[in-house]
């Protein structure tokens, strides 16, 4: 395995970490008396700071950055801002529901892929789509109660 390709494994799973003990390291946090959106706050000026960081430390990757077009520019900042009110909305949504139950229901997010598929993309192909998506509505169902 070449270098590159381990730094992307890595990366990925210090993603997938850190995505995992968000919900779970919310409600201690709540407990001392933070509220969600500082707790939000905190988080992505951290990443914010992480990630300038990975790009500022190589000058392939500077140059890269000062090459984006204003158009991706643009696009990345609207995606930013989507992703951000996407956690926002988790983490409030963190104060009231167990973890269990918001990551049950956050995950639901491949259901409305696939119908907004159907509006905005393309047909789904097959049958094995939409018995994966009648599987992950009726395991919705199930896990809502």
Do not use: K
Not at 15 to 22: F, H, L, N, W
Not at 65 to 78: K, S
Request: charged fraction near 10%.
């Amino acid at each position: 395995m070449d270098r590159r390709t381990a730094v992307g494994i890595g990366l990925v799973v210090v993603s997938a970490v850190g995505y995992g003990s968000g919900s779970v390291l919310a409600a201690p946090i709540y407990a001392t008396g933070i509220d969600w959106l500082t707790l939000v706050g905190w988080r992505f000026l951290f990443g914010a700071a992480l990630g300038w960081a990975w790009v500022l430390a190589s000058s392939e990757r500077r140059r890269a950055a000062r090459r984006m077009p204003r158009g991706q520019v643009a696009v990345a900042l609207a995606l930013g801002a989507l992703f951000t009110g996407n956690a926002g909305t988790y983490y409030a949504g963190l104060e009231t529901v167990p973890a269990a139950l918001a990551g049950v229901l956050v995950y639901t997010y491949p259901v409305f892929v696939a119908v907004l598929s159907l509006r905005f993309a393309t047909r789904l192909p097959g049958r094995r789509p939409w018995v994966a998506l009648g599987l992950a509505v009726v395991g919705s169902a199930l896990a809502l109660g």
